[in-house]
């Protein structure tokens, strides 16, 4: 979506908008095996207000979200969203140094060039942003048996409690005088 910067003025715009679960393909195209899958369409709000030649972006994003547990491997859903603001400036004319300490303010700076902005770039960039590495069930998750594979949130496996190295089975009978 791309805004004129004459157009957004002094007043704040506010824009509801709503992308369909395969918006993300084309920056996902690199990953075939992913553990998650957009069940509904994506949820975007955007206000966009002007200072100048500064554009304040502030979004709100929400989805619905099936992943495939890390720990257990067992499907599940969740609504994701997120929230960010940003400050949209006009790119320099001089070019920036290789190296620059960068503080909170600019983490939340982006540049533009020309006479419109597009937010999607941004916006999708926040998405996978918000997606965790590893998405976990439940916080209490016991995940799978290292040794048979049986799922532990559903019950006990019936491999022994304790397995110990055979590398270490020496050390058993070691006693300090």
């Known amino acids: 979506m ?70 257990c491997l067992d499907p599940f859903s969740r609504t994701l969203t997120s929230e960010f603001k940003t400050s949209l400036k006009p790119r320099p004319d001089f070019p920036l140094p290789d190296e620059v300490e960068l503080n909170r303010e600019d983490l939340e700076t982006e540049f533009y060039e020309g006479e419109e902005i597009d937010v999607f770039p941004l916006v999708q960039d926040q998405i996978l942003l918000t997606l965790p590495a590893k998405a976990i069930c439940d916080e209490e998750c016991r995940g799978l048996c290292p040794k048979c594979g049986q799922n532990l949130n559903r019950g006990i496996c019936q491999c022994a409690e304790k397995v110990t190295d055979p590398r270490f089975e020496l050390l058993r009978n070691f006693r300090v005088h």
């Open 2 to 71: 791309k805004f004129r910067v004459e157009d957004i003025g002094g007043e704040e715009q506010e824009q509801t908008l709503s992308q369909g679960e395969n918006w993300l393909e084309e920056r996902l195209a690199g990953e075939p095996q992913r553990p998650f899958r957009f069940t509904s369409p994506i949820k975007i709000r955007l206000h966009l207000s002007q200072s100048g030649k500064v554009i304040l972006l502030r979004s709100r994003i929400e989805a619905k979200v099936e992943w495939m547990c890390a720990r």
